[in-house]
């Protein structure tokens, strides 16, 4: 079992920053991808950032230039810094990540795991 654990949310002015946090833990031989995705209230929930352990990191076009994701591998934990953030950045986000496991019956396996979500609000 692969459990997730997220912090950083919280409510801020325009022009702020926050830095959400994602901690897995668990039998997990290898994290694929880690990821942050959003969901205003009657809105779809969408792709903000993605980091993969190798390959192109992805953001979503609004927020390149105010948003990075890392990861630290060693700590199996990924960061999303925001900054200048805006009132249509306020929404619940929640880390997504995409590991290895082991079976128990032999071999591997892939698991795609979700965060509880922590909510970012925006409002003067």
């Known amino acids: 079992q692969v459990q997730l654990v997220e912090s950083g949310g919280g409510l801020v002015q325009p022009g702020g920053s926050l830095r959400l946090s994602c901690a897995a833990s668990?039998?997990?031989?290898?994290?694929?991808?880690m990821g942050w995705y959003r969901q205003a209230p009657g809105k779809q929930r969408e792709l903000v950032a993605t980091?993969?352990?190798?390959?192109?990191?992805r953001y979503k076009e609004s927020v390149k230039g105010r948003f990075t994701i890392s990861r630290d591998n060693a700590a199996n934990t990924a960061y999303l810094q925001m900054n200048n953030l805006k009132p249509e950045d306020t929404a619940l986000y929640s880390c997504n990540v995409g590991v290895t496991v082991p079976r128990s019956t032999g071999g591997t396996a892939l698991g795609d795991y979700w965060g509880q979500g922590t909510q970012v609000t925006v409002s003067s």
């Open positions: 668990g039998n997990i031989l290898r994290i694929n991808f």
């Open positions: 980091i993969p352990a190798a390959g192109n990191i």
